[in-house]
């Protein structure tokens, strides 16, 4: 059974940091791109950052580049995201995705539960 | 950046009633690298549709996803008490971006 597991969530400080897991068990994690999607108290989704199945590419949406850095540990099936200077419109919950290669496409197939980050002072 | 947008943002329809949601991408995503996803509350998106046609696996044949270049729609043919819930285009030809989302709730 496909299961991803996020942790990390809290409140934060504006200005503050923080690193967000997710731990991924019943797939190959290696061979797949991955990605963080948040959504607001709310709102909508919202595509954060996905990153290669080996590491090597790694993209983001605007308004996060150069504060959050995606990344990933093949050997221990996790996926993480490392959050600075965060901002009250960072609060959001946070889910990790496997993006899933179908032909050409690469749609979210699985979702974790999602973790609540939110940040206040 | 693709902006993506979706309408109606709320849709209120009966059970049995035919649902038609549209979504339109700001440039073309190329013919279909579009994606339809279901959320309910407190629950993580369920993927429906991908490659703007294509079911995903385990999705009821009553939901149908058409377009491509800009405008794309999700047809959910007769609409069941499980449907009521809010719907996402996604777009996966440039980086990602999704919708706003359209709320398709019981009349």
């Known amino acids: 059974e496909v299961q991803l597991v996020e942790s990390g969530g809290g409140l934060v400080q504006p200005g503050g940091s923080l690193r967000l897991s997710c731990a991924v068990s019943?797939?190959?994690?290696?061979?797949?791109?991955m990605s963080w999607v948040r959504q607001a108290p709310g709102k909508g989704l919202e595509w954060v950052a996905n990153?290669?199945?080996?590491?090597?590419?790694?993209y983001y949406v605007d308004s996060v580049k150069g504060r959050f850095t995606i990344s990933r540990d093949n050997a221990k099936n996790s996926l993480y995201l490392v959050m600075n200077s965060l901002r009250a419109e960072d609060t959001a919950v946070y889910y990790c995705?496997?993006?899933?290669?179908?032909?050409?496409?690469?749609?979210?197939?699985?979702w974790g539960q999602g973790t609540l980050l939110t940040v206040s002072s | 950046e693709i902006l993506m947008t979706q309408s109606p943002a709320t849709l209120s329809l009966s059970p049995g009633e035919r649902a038609t949601l549209s979504c339109r991408a700001s440039?073309?995503?190329?013919?279909?690298?579009l994606s339809w996803y279901q959320q309910k509350p407190g629950q993580a998106p369920r993927l429906l549709i991908y490659?703007?046609?294509t079911r995903a696996t385990g999705i009821p044949a009553r939901f149908s996803g058409s377009g491509s270049g800009t405008d794309f729609t999700l047809t959910i043919s007769s609409l069941q008490p499980e449907d009521f819930a809010v719907y996402y285009c996604?777009?996966?030809?440039?980086?990602?971006?999704f919708g706003q989302g359209t709320k398709v709730e019981i009349k």
């Open positions: 019943g797939f190959t994690f290696r061979t797949y791109w």
């Open positions: 490659g703007a046609s």
């Open positions: 440039q073309s995503v190329s013919s279909s690298y």
């Open positions: 995705a496997r993006e899933v290669r179908l032909g050409p496409f690469r749609p979210f197939d699985y």
């Open positions: 990153i290669k199945e080996d590491g090597s590419d790694k």
């Open positions: 996604q777009q996966d030809y440039n980086l990602r971006t």
